[in-house]
């Protein structure tokens, strides 16, 4: 793994700063590296305390601020420049707030980027907003033309680059360029044709060179502008370490379109144009003969680019494009300077052949630049906090705010084999990997697939399945808190406890300190109901399983079948001594679509620091595996979703004489599975082919229906069958021709995943037909079995459906690939090995005899065999003794002095607050008590607060009021 990237940091901090800024920006979690990394330095360096509330994922057209945000909150409003790209989001920006940023008394700063886009409504935004400051590329000499005076008023303009210097880039290694693999590298870009001839440039110069090189074969060069060879993070680095030479051009644009109308010349010449390709060099040159150059250097705004600090970083040489760069790079000293008409070719070849050159070059711009401390973000976020500071107090608002533990009591040991325990959040028949791996362990292990859900009837639910597997289904309502309740005082130490004890917390907070400790700040009440329904699900499931797998006895190995069950494997492994596995069906923190990235950084903070106490740790495909090992610090395998070996079927291809090819789509029906553009698309269609679609009928299953039958599409041709068991998946697979898996690669999970389908289709024989899927399409497409068409695309995905059914020839030979490809590779046995293998030799290593599962034990523990009418309070309220809730506190402030000090620090603020209403309460009853008016006081207080405090803090008033 290469070097650590900053994140941005969610949630109020806790020491003491100059005061709250509202820093309001759009990110990916897992996108562009150079954004996230410029809001978590900003984060860092700033004598402020910036709480970014994250736009990501939009809820609407344009971007908004809820009306749970309230700006009067903040001593400042920061709109960073992945906000204000388009002037249409900066407008409705507070369209759904109470007070918008007009009324808003604090100091508001606009930062920008990119600003050649309609240019021309930003100082409309400024003055009607009433913007203190912003922060802008444009140099100085320029800036009247783009920000007028006449307009913006006395707005404070400070000037940056597009990119820093960051602390973590002077970190970064630089190997001697003769050990590197490149002599000459480049990732550019395709920009629109409004972006003028810099944008133009980006692919130019990879045109350019890309034709050189290739006559000159000892060159070693990658060179590409294409979107899909962008790399980010540590890829992208490493790629710059073995780099001698980059290749770049200068940021930014020349061409300013301040009213949009460039943009719409540009987007009707795209349509109307006789030449077809639009990344062509003759077709930007006949636009700019056409249109473009009426415009072209009406703003000078070449920029350098922090891809140029990254490979001066990184000590590799550049050959740039003659330009300015912002008077920091210089031609000839910290770049070797290619004309755009390339007349100095021969010069630049001589110098790919110096690496001497090459070499001094690189360490003259590390050390100018790179070195250079007014490069850095250090100084660049000084620069803003002193212009904060100063607006503040122009305004009058200046402001100052400030694992192991005890066994449990051992059992007489029984003389029997190894116990392996599998925790499963649903029932255990819903995902078959957990059967697959239950099958696997059962070779030298008993195994208990440990379930918790809500039941219907009779809890717990036991069941022998055969001498090595019990199978033990429990209510997750059924069961004590006191487990949680006694041990969130204790003094006790385990990550798995400590996991609890966050999300407990985070269930029971109120909004308002959501917002400020966690990062909750644009929670609506939809989401804050989600996240904490979805706390109340890991406590309720992990309840069940601790006292359950308690009762039951300890195991020699513990696995937990996905996140919700972590901790509870955690703790009983960790008690017992047994080693813990965690298998990661998915991703968990980004596997609800409509999480808000605060909920995906509270969840990923829970997987990454449950995932540590692992002792082997496994994920459904590489790309995932990859993901997560380098996220979280810690090694996962890769375990591919792969039905049994003994589930293919025997070959079969005479069904391609067919008369009409069944495509085949089996699995559930829910948004974000490609079933509506699969569906649109082969409506298109025309040759002899039809499409079956199985799975459990359901509210979409029948919005799919009247879908397909509005645009036209007859029942024969698009099929809706009923859901199978799933052993009967593939027999039923096996009489249709071709397989489909249209996920959208919309998030993380699809776009890395591995469903169950993928090989059952390929048991069933069936040469599959998949969307752009990672690890999907590398199997299909890398071995020959199918097909990976963009299914956004209806035309072309419903061509290539009918001329796939006419070719088959080409249909029978995948299918025997197909079927081929399963028995020798991808089938459990052989994907599963390395996972099984190492957990079957702890088996051979296992130095206790552990007793039988204790079933009566378990029948015993009266709570889970409630029924469902005496069921209590999910969540039960925090015990009021203040006496273990200060020993624990004590404890907590010892072992997460920073996170507590953060929540330490909001909730001084509420109390604080109470402590004054509590003297005004009883400053009233003094002078009701002077007029003669003579109730109890301490009563009289304990009422009021019972009409004008909520419950967490009524409690807390009776506390205060039961001293004196």
Not at 531 to 545: E, K, M, P, S, T
Not at 933 to 955: E, F, G, I, T, V
């Given at each position: 793994?290469?070097?650590?990237?900053?994140?941005?940091?969610?949630?109020?901090?806790?020491?003491?700063?100059?005061?709250?800024?509202?820093?309001?920006?759009?990110?990916?979690?897992?996108?562009?590296?150079?954004?996230?990394?410029?809001?978590?330095?900003?984060?860092?360096?700033?004598?402020?305390?910036?709480?970014?509330?994250?736009?990501?994922?939009?809820?609407?057209?344009?971007?908004?601020?809820?009306?749970?945000?309230?700006?009067?909150?903040?001593?400042?409003?920061?709109?960073?420049?992945?906000?204000?790209?388009?002037?249409?989001?900066?407008?409705?920006?507070?369209?759904?707030?109470?007070?918008?940023?007009?009324?808003?008394?604090?100091?508001?700063?606009?930062?920008?980027?990119?600003?050649?886009?309609?240019?021309?409504?930003?100082?409309?935004?400024?003055?009607?907003?009433?913007?203190?400051?912003?922060?802008?590329?444009?140099?100085?000499?320029?800036?009247?033309?783009?920000?007028?005076?006449?307009?913006?008023?006395?707005?404070?303009?400070?000037?940056?680059?597009?990119?820093?210097?960051?602390?973590?880039?002077?970190?970064?290694?630089?190997?001697?360029?003769?050990?590197?693999?490149?002599?000459?590298?480049?990732?550019?870009?395709?920009?629109?044709?409004?972006?003028?001839?810099?944008?133009?440039?980006?692919?130019?110069?990879?045109?350019?060179?890309?034709?050189?090189?290739?006559?000159?074969?000892?060159?070693?060069?990658?060179?590409?502008?294409?979107?899909?060879?962008?790399?980010?993070?540590?890829?992208?680095?490493?790629?710059?370490?073995?780099?001698?030479?980059?290749?770049?051009?200068?940021?930014?644009?020349?061409?300013?379109?301040?009213?949009?109308?460039?943009?719409?010349?540009?987007?009707?010449?795209?349509?109307?144009?006789?030449?077809?390709?639009?990344?062509?060099?003759?077709?930007?040159?006949?636009?700019?003969?056409?249109?473009?150059?009426?415009?072209?250097?009406?703003?000078?705004?070449?920029?350098?680019?922090?891809?140029?600090?990254?490979?001066?970083?990184?000590?590799?040489?550049?050959?740039?494009?003659?330009?300015?760069?912002?008077?920091?790079?210089?031609?000839?000293?910290?770049?070797?300077?290619?004309?755009?008409?390339?007349?100095?070719?021969?010069?630049?070849?001589?110098?790919?052949?110096?690496?001497?050159?090459?070499?001094?070059?690189?360490?003259?711009?590390?050390?100018?630049?790179?070195?250079?401390?007014?490069?850095?973000?250090?100084?660049?976020?000084?620069?803003?906090?002193?212009?904060?500071?100063?607006?503040?107090?122009?305004?009058?608002?200046?402001?100052?705010?400030?694992?192991?533990?005890?066994?449990?009591?051992?059992?007489?040991?029984?003389?029997?084999?190894?116990?392996?325990?599998?925790?499963?959040?649903?029932?255990?028949?819903?995902?078959?990997?957990?059967?697959?791996?239950?099958?696997?362990?059962?070779?030298?292990?008993?195994?208990?697939?440990?379930?918790?859900?809500?039941?219907?009837?009779?809890?717990?639910?036991?069941?022998?399945?055969?001498?090595r597997l019990l199978r033990v289904s429990v209510d997750d309502r059924r069961h004590d808190w006191t487990w949680l309740q006694g041990e969130i005082l204790s003094a006790r130490r385990s990550p798995g406890i400590d996991a609890l004890r966050s999300i407990y917390l985070a269930a029971t907070l109120p909004a308002s300190i959501l917002g400020t400790a966690f990062g909750a700040i644009d929670a609506s009440a939809a989401d804050l109901n989600r996240f904490r329904h979805i706390c109340q699900h890991f406590l309720r499931v992990n309840g069940a399983l601790i006292q359950a797998g308690r009762a039951l006895g300890p195991g020699d190995?513990?696995?937990?079948?996905?996140?919700?069950?972590?901790?509870?494997?955690?703790?009983?492994?960790?008690?017992?001594?047994?080693?813990?596995?965690?298998?990661?069906?998915?991703?968990?923190?980004?596997?609800?679509?409509?999480?808000?990235?605060?909920?995906?950084?509270?969840?990923?903070?829970?997987?990454?620091?449950?995932?540590?106490?692992?002792?082997?740790?496994?994920?459904?495909?590489?790309?995932?595996?990859?993901?997560?090992?380098?996220?979280?610090?810690?090694?996962?395998?890769?375990?591919?979703?792969?039905?049994?070996?003994?589930?293919?079927?025997?070959?079969?291809?005479?069904?391609?004489?067919?008369?009409?090819?069944?495509?085949?789509?089996?699995?559930?029906?829910?948004?974000?599975?490609?079933?509506?553009?699969?569906?649109?698309?082969?409506?298109?269609?025309?040759?002899?082919?039809?499409?079956?679609?199985?799975?459990?009928?359901?509210?979409?299953?029948?919005?799919?229906?009247?879908?397909?039958?509005?645009?036209?599409?007859?029942?024969?041709?698009?099929?809706?069958?009923?859901?199978?068991?799933?052993?009967?998946?593939?027999?039923?697979?096996?009489?249709?021709?071709?397989?489909?898996?249209?996920?959208?690669?919309?998030?993380?999970?699809?776009?890395?995943?591995?469903?169950?389908?993928?090989?059952?289709?390929?048991?069933?024989?069936?040469?599959?037909?998949?969307?752009?899927?990672?690890?999907?399409?590398?199997?299909?497409?890398?071995?020959?079995?199918?097909?990976?068409?963009?299914?956004?695309?209806?035309?072309?995905?419903?061509?290539?459906?009918?001329?796939?059914?006419?070719?088959?020839?080409?249909?029978?030979?995948?299918?025997?690939?197909?079927?081929?490809?399963?028995?020798?590779?991808?089938?459990?046995?052989?994907?599963?090995?390395?996972?099984?293998?190492?957990?079957?030799?702890?088996?051979?290593?296992?130095?206790?005899?552990?007793?039988?599962?204790?079933?009566?034990?378990?029948?015993?523990?009266?709570?889970?065999?409630?029924?469902?009418?005496?069921?209590?309070?999910?969540?039960?309220?925090?015990?009021?003794?203040?006496?273990?809730?200060?020993?624990?506190?004590d404890r907590l402030n010892q072992v997460y002095p920073d996170e507590i000090k953060r929540i330490a620090d909001v909730y001084t603020g509420q109390i604080q607050d109470l402590q004054r209403t509590i003297d005004d309460l009883r400053t009233q009853v003094g002078h009701w008590e002077a007029e003669r008016w003579d109730p109890p006081r301490n009563d009289l207080a304990r009422r009021l607060a019972r009409k004008l405090l909520p419950l967490s803090a009524r409690r807390f008033v009776g506390r205060l009021l039961s001293h004196k």
């Amino acid at each position: 793994m290469g070097p650590e990237f900053p994140r941005p940091r969610l949630g109020r901090r806790a020491i003491a700063k100059a005061g709250r800024v509202l820093f309001i920006a759009y990110f990916e979690p897992h996108g562009t590296g150079a954004i996230i990394e410029n809001i978590a330095f900003w984060q860092q360096h700033s004598r402020y305390d910036l709480e970014v509330v994250n736009l990501w994922p939009t809820r609407g057209p344009y971007f908004t601020l809820p009306q749970s945000v309230n700006l009067d909150d903040y001593d400042a409003v920061l709109i960073h420049c992945t906000v204000s790209y388009n002037p249409d989001n900066a407008f409705s920006l507070d369209s759904e707030l109470a007070r918008g940023f007009s009324e808003y008394d604090g100091v508001k700063v606009l930062m920008k980027q990119d600003e050649q886009v309609r240019t021309g409504r930003f100082p409309e935004f400024l003055r009607a907003k009433s913007f203190d400051a912003i922060i802008s590329c444009v140099p100085p000499g320029e800036v009247d033309r783009v920000y007028p005076r006449a307009v913006i008023g006395g707005v404070t303009v400070l000037h940056a680059l597009t990119g820093y210097v960051s602390s973590a880039m002077l970190q970064w290694k630089r190997p001697p360029l003769s050990a590197r693999t490149f002599d000459a590298t480049y990732r550019g870009s395709l920009q629109p044709l409004e972006f003028g001839q810099l944008g133009f440039d980006k692919r130019k110069i990879a045109y350019d060179l890309s034709r050189l090189f290739d006559k000159e074969p000892d060159i070693h060069s990658s060179i590409s502008c294409r979107w899909e060879d962008r790399l980010s993070g540590n890829d992208w680095v490493s790629f710059l370490q073995e780099s001698r030479i980059v290749i770049g051009t200068e940021s930014g644009a020349n061409l300013f379109d301040f009213d949009g109308n460039v943009a719409a010349w540009c987007r009707n010449f795209e349509e109307t144009s006789a030449n077809g390709d639009r990344w062509s060099e003759a077709f930007y040159y006949e636009a700019h003969a056409a249109f473009l150059h009426k415009y072209e250097g009406n703003v000078h705004y070449a920029q350098v680019s922090p891809r140029h600090f990254e490979a001066a970083a990184a000590g590799a040489a550049q050959i740039l494009y003659r330009g300015d760069y912002s008077d920091l790079f210089h031609a000839g000293i910290h770049y070797f300077p290619l004309e755009r008409d390339l007349s100095n070719a021969q010069a630049m070849f001589e110098f790919i052949k110096d690496e001497r050159a090459q070499a001094q070059m690189a360490e003259r711009a590390y050390e100018d630049i790179i070195a250079n401390p007014r490069n850095t973000y250090l100084h660049f976020v000084d620069r803003f906090d002193n212009m904060l500071e100063t607006c503040l107090t122009s305004k009058g608002l200046k402001k100052r705010a400030a694992r192991k533990a005890e066994a449990v009591q051992a059992r007489t040991p029984d003389v029997c084999r190894p116990k392996a325990v599998l925790l499963v959040p649903h029932r255990v028949t819903l995902d078959p990997r957990v059967q697959w791996l239950s099958a696997s362990l059962q070779a030298k292990f008993d195994v208990c697939e440990l379930a918790a859900y809500a039941m219907e009837g009779a809890s717990p639910l036991i069941e022998r399945v055969d001498g090595r597997l019990l199978r033990v289904s429990v209510d997750d309502r059924r069961h004590d808190w006191t487990w949680l309740q006694g041990e969130i005082l204790s003094a006790r130490r385990s990550p798995g406890i400590d996991a609890l004890r966050s999300i407990y917390l985070a269930a029971t907070l109120p909004a308002s300190i959501l917002g400020t400790a966690f990062g909750a700040i644009d929670a609506s009440a939809a989401d804050l109901n989600r996240f904490r329904h979805i706390c109340q699900h890991f406590l309720r499931v992990n309840g069940a399983l601790i006292q359950a797998g308690r009762a039951l006895g300890p195991g020699d190995v513990v696995i937990a079948c996905d996140l919700d069950t972590l901790p509870a494997a955690t703790v009983l492994a960790e008690e017992s001594g047994a080693r813990l596995v965690y298998d990661a069906h998915e991703y968990w923190p980004y596997a609800i679509q409509a999480f808000r990235h605060w909920e995906c950084e509270f969840w990923a903070s829970i997987d990454r620091g449950l995932a540590a106490s692992a002792d082997l740790r496994s994920t459904v495909s590489p790309h995932l595996a990859t993901l997560m090992s380098d996220t979280y610090g810690t090694n996962f395998v890769s375990v591919p979703n792969c039905v049994p070996l003994s589930q293919a079927l025997p070959e079969k291809t005479t069904k391609f004489n067919d008369e009409i090819i069944e495509y085949l789509y089996q699995g559930i029906f829910a948004p974000g599975r490609g079933l509506e553009e699969l569906t649109d698309a082969f409506a298109r269609t025309t040759g002899k082919i039809r499409l079956k679609l199985r799975g459990p009928d359901g509210s979409y299953k029948d919005e799919l229906r009247v879908r397909v039958a509005s645009r036209g599409a007859n029942t024969d041709r698009i099929q809706f069958a009923p859901s199978l068991a799933e052993d009967e998946l593939i027999p039923a697979a096996s009489q249709s021709h071709v397989g489909i898996i249209p996920y959208l690669p919309s998030n993380i999970n699809n776009k890395f995943c591995s469903p169950n389908k993928l090989s059952q289709y390929l048991a069933a024989g069936l040469p599959i037909v998949c969307n752009d899927l990672e690890f999907v399409k590398q199997v299909v497409v890398g071995n020959g079995l199918g097909l990976s068409i963009d299914f956004t695309k209806p035309d072309v995905l419903a061509t290539a459906l009918d001329k796939l059914a006419e070719d088959r020839p080409t249909l029978e030979a995948m299918s025997v690939r197909a079927l081929d490809y399963f028995r020798r590779q991808f089938n459990w046995e052989a994907q599963s090995g390395q996972l099984v293998n190492t957990i079957l030799q702890w088996a051979d290593r296992s130095e206790r005899q552990a007793s039988a599962f204790d079933v009566e034990a378990l029948r015993r523990a009266g709570a889970m065999t409630r029924n469902s009418s005496q069921l209590g309070s999910v969540l039960p309220l925090f015990p009021t003794d203040l006496q273990p809730l200060q020993l624990e506190i004590d404890r907590l402030n010892q072992v997460y002095p920073d996170e507590i000090k953060r929540i330490a620090d909001v909730y001084t603020g509420q109390i604080q607050d109470l402590q004054r209403t509590i003297d005004d309460l009883r400053t009233q009853v003094g002078h009701w008590e002077a007029e003669r008016w003579d109730p109890p006081r301490n009563d009289l207080a304990r009422r009021l607060a019972r009409k004008l405090l909520p419950l967490s803090a009524r409690r807390f008033v009776g506390r205060l009021l039961s001293h004196k």
